[in-house]
């Protein structure tokens, strides 16, 4: 927020240096953005007189001027312009002065004579008429000669001034207006704040009798004041408003205008003024906005309406944008001779939304959107009235339109000096924060060590005894904490169980040559389509985000592996030959629908493959080699995933529950990605995997005995899983069996048709003794008893 110094010591006491003022706002919690000192832009410009001019004798346009400048001596400057005349007062540059637009003048000759300076044009010093009047006229700029002849031209234009531009926190409504930021800077300072004067005179007559308002929406608008004034003379602002406005950033207009503009910046309440006779029925009427409906704002754009839109109506038509902006049929215009003015509150959100929607931000629109006080809608509208009083603008009404139902007490906060003191680390008497309290306008009192503070209404983030505890220690001054070793006993932190298998599991892929990714947790609501799922599948019940940044993240994902295919399409459709991608993250269901608590966050890790090499087995020994690093001890069957190809993929069980399913993509899924290679993916569910309690390693010494290798070929369904198999020998070698083998599957023409031949290599080792021939043949007879009560026969 852009402030005039000189407008903040209307109401304050300033003495010190600018920068060490600035500083002291930043310690109370100000940040000072920037400091700019508007008499920087020129210097050794004076208020000069004309005494004489002559034409230049070697010129037809060029004219000698015998300046009077203040310095007690004539001083003669050439001009080419062809307005300037004997008495007339300009600005003059002289010797070594700078002007706003870079310009550096010296002493010179033009046509053999000398000119000591130069007379200065209005676009030559960067002025526009609302800066000084007559400043966009073609030629000299010629001055009112209100001034002593030698004034430095920049106290004409009141440029001995700083701006200073406070960086409002969004939790201090209160002061986004320069009372506001005075009442704080008379409590850094220790001085007297000086609130401006809302006394006015009324005219007689009364509102009621011209004016009818009603207020629909309550909620949207719980306080709405109007006034009325009559035989209004449109004019310039004084000086001093508008270098005030223009300081801001604000372009004068008029002075009723300016005076609502003035006022929203001094004290943080917009305001709006219509012209009375473009109100229909001189009925003002508070409601939403009826869908479709248009209105022409003061910026010349037609916007269309929804019914949640708040809208200041008469009685035909939308007048007003409510806390945005007015509509052009009711500016204030040169010819307007009754005004209706309007201070009221408006609910933040609903402006928010409104503006947002319309793609408007106004001054108006970013004060309601931080929160006005409902409080300070009268005082605004009394100080309006007190400046149109004082500059004789109008004639005022008598009574006053007023629209609440009910307006709010101060709350009462308490807390402990000695709580305080323990928050802060401080011993700050408790005599020195009644103080400090005090001038915040806290309303604080003190009984023994109890404060008690009687909280208004525009100070909504002060909630708790931490707030009043900010509040005095920032004007106390950050500069008394002392800084203290630290103490306490140092506690020596742990992994927990589930971050060292993931570290494990990282460890086991990446040494594997996979490279690990990050995806969003939100993705399009549409992704999960191309995954063909089952109409009652629960992954289709996502949980749609209430504002989403856009479609694409409109909801939070129940499964890894769309964000997996799109990664491995990117890579794809980039030339990457290969990738092999990993992603830990989380999937998140809902217990029930509709929302009644947090979904349930489960730790899900997904991988992706392709390129010359890849194939089911080979995504198959990577998650052999993470279910190992788990400890966990799983089994393997087809599985139905509609996204997988349905004549390659499985799905991994422990126990009963299913913890994995992994296998190509099919063929349709992946062309949807706009992949024409296989490529292949799985998806792991963690928080199964987590819950396994590791077996303990035990060490052996290397085997004394000799092995015995047994290979078994078999014949068995197409259907049969090698597992189930590989099972059934184990069981029946017992404790004699060390390890089983795969080395061959077969399906062909020497075989029946649906048939397929396995072969296994069993190693069988006593711990004890070398095997005789006749537990060799007891452990065989087992093992093929097993094989065929799960469906096999030797091969003859």
């Known amino acids: 927020m852009k402030i005039s110094l000189n407008w903040l010591k209307r109401y304050v006491d300033i003495t010190l240096p600018v920068q060490e003022f600035c500083d002291k706002m930043v310690m109370a919690g100000f940040e000072v953005e920037s400091i700019e000192n508007l008499a920087d832009t020129m210097d050794n410009v004076v208020v000069a007189q004309i005494k004489k001019i002559v034409p230049h004798p070697d010129s037809d346009h060029l004219q000698i001027c015998t300046m009077d400048v203040g310095s007690g001596e004539d001083v003669q400057i050439i001009t080419g312009a062809q307005n300037v005349f004997e008495g007339a007062f300009v600005p003059a540059a002289l010797h070594n002065s700078h002007l706003p637009n870079g310009m550096v003048i010296k002493n010179g000759k033009l046509r053999g004579l000398p000119s000591n300076g130069m007379l200065c044009s209005g676009e030559e010093l960067c002025l526009k008429d609302c800066d000084y009047p007559g400043a966009e006229v073609n030629g000299i700029m010629i001055l009112k000669g209100d001034y002593p002849i030698g004034t430095d031209l920049r106290e004409v234009l009141g440029l001995f001034d700083y701006v200073i531009d406070f960086k409002i926190t969004a939790n201090r409504p209160d002061c986004q207006s320069v009372l506001g930021v005075a009442r704080e800077v008379s409590v850094v300072l220790k001085t007297e704040f000086r609130a401006p004067s809302c006394d006015y005179r009324v005219s007689g007559g009364s509102i009621h009798d011209i004016m009818k308002v009603d207020v629909l929406n309550v909620d949207c608008c719980p306080r709405y004041m109007g006034r009325a004034v009559r035989n209004l003379k449109i004019a310039e602002s004084p000086e001093w408003m508008k270098r005030c406005l223009k300081a801001a950033g604000m372009r004068p207009i008029n002075n009723i205008v300016d005076i609502t503009n003035f006022v929203m910046l001094e004290t943080g309440q917009p305001m709006h003024a219509f012209d009375m006779r473009d109100i229909a029925g001189h009925h003002i009427i508070v409601r939403n906005a009826d869908a479709g409906e248009h209105i022409v704002t003061l910026d010349g754009n037609d916007h269309e309406l929804t019914a949640e839109m708040l809208v200041i109506a008469d009685a035909e038509k939308p007048s007003c944008l409510a806390g945005i902006m007015g509509g052009l049929n009711s500016e204030i215009k040169d010819d307007t001779v009754d005004l209706f003015l309007e201070s009221a509150k408006f609910r933040r959100d609903n402006v928010r939304r409104t503006s947002r929607a319309l793609g408007l931000r106004t001054e108006s629109s970013g004060r ?90 525009i100070r909504d983030d002060i909630e708790g005894r931490a707030d009043l505890a900010e509040e005095v220690m920032r004007i106390y001054g950050y500069d008394h904490i002392i800084g203290t070793p630290m103490t306490g006993t140092v506690c020596r932190g742990n992994i927990l169980p589930e971050r060292k298998k993931n570290n494990a599991m990282k460890q086991v892929l990446l040494g594997n040559g996979l490279n690990e990714i990050t995806t969003y947790s939100f993705i399009s609501s549409k992704a999960i389509d191309a995954l063909h799922l089952n109409a009652e599948d629960r992954r289709l019940q996502q949980i749609r985000l209430l504002n989403p940044l856009g479609e694409e993240y409109s909801v939070m994902r129940t499964q890894l592996v769309t964000s997996m295919l799109t990664v491995l399409a990117t890579n794809y459709n980039n030339k990457n030959e290969a990738a092999r991608l990993f992603e830990i993250s989380k999937r998140f269901v809902a217990k029930e629908f509709p929302l009644t608590e947090q979904p349930q966050e489960l730790a899900t890790m997904c991988i992706g493959l392709y390129g010359e090499g890849e194939d089911f087995f080979t995504l198959k020994g990577l998650l052999e080699q993470v279910l190992k690093v788990c400890g966990a001890v799983c089994r393997y069957e087809r599985s139905d995933e509609p996204y997988l190809h349905p004549g390659r993929q499985a799905k991994v069980l422990l126990g009963d529950a299913t913890v994995a399913v992994f296998g190509e993509v099919h063929p349709k899924v992946a062309q949807a990605y706009g992949i024409d290679t296989r490529c292949y993916v799985a998806e792991l569910k963690l928080d199964a995997l987590y819950q396994v309690v590791q077996k303990q390693i035990l060490y052996r010494p290397l085997p004394k005995f000799p092995p015995v290798l047994r290979d078994f070929a078999l014949l068995c369904t197409a259907e049969t899983p090698v597992g189930t198999l590989e099972d059934a020998i184990r069981e029946g070698a017992g404790k004699l069996c060390e390890k089983v083998e795969l080395f061959d599957v077969y399906e062909g023409s020497q075989i029946p048709q649906g048939m397929k031949s396995v072969a296994f290599r069993a190693v069988l080792r006593s711990a004890e003794a070398t095997l005789t021939d006749e537990q060799i043949e007891r452990a065989t007879a087992k093992i093929i008893k097993k094989l065929e009560a799960a469906g096999a026969t030797l091969r003859q």
């Open 368 to 457: 309601y959107e931080r929160g006005t006080d409902i409080n300070n809608v009268e005082f605004a509208m009394n100080r309006a009235l007190a400046l149109i009083d004082e500059l004789g603008c109008g004639e005022i009404l008598d009574g006053v339109i007023d629209k609440n139902e009910g307006l709010p007490e101060r709350r009462e906060l308490k807390a402990t000096a000695s709580s305080i003191n323990a928050l802060l680390g401080l011993d700050i008497p408790a005599e020195t924060m009644l103080d400090i309290l005090c001038r915040l306008d806290l309303q604080a009192t003190l009984d023994g060590d109890m404060l008690t503070c009687r909280i208004p209404s």
